[in-house]
């Protein structure tokens, strides 16, 4: 069984992400192997929080140019984790609102 650390790689910081913390739902990228429930253990290890539900996105890379070379961005996974309503909060999200 992998780390917490090695299935939550970072927090995603957008504007769709910090309305969504008023009620309850953080978002994570994380490894692209995982599956929901490794996603759940992993954020309760963490963060001492309880998981209602976990929703996942596959996100495809995008092309980018440098000239006439094109490449790829790498494709990543993206976890939109929503708390129980007795769980307390993630306080590393706190200061952000």
Not at 30 to 55: G, P, Q, R, W
Not at 58 to 78: A, H, I, L, Q, Y
Request: net charge positive; glycine share 6%.
């Amino acid at each position: 069984m992998k780390a917490p650390q090695d299935i939550i790689l970072k927090p995603v910081i957008t504007e769709k992400s910090m309305d969504e913390l008023q009620k309850g739902k953080y978002t994570f990228k994380v490894a692209t192997d995982a599956n929901k429930s490794e996603i759940k253990k992993a954020v309760e290890a963490l963060f001492n929080v309880k998981v209602a539900k976990v929703n996942t996105l596959n996100c495809n890379g995008k092309e980018k140019r440098m000239g006439r070379f094109v490449g790829k961005t790498s494709d990543w996974k993206k976890a939109i984790v929503t708390l129980t309503e007795d769980s307390k909060t993630i306080e590393f999200f706190e200061g952000m609102v």
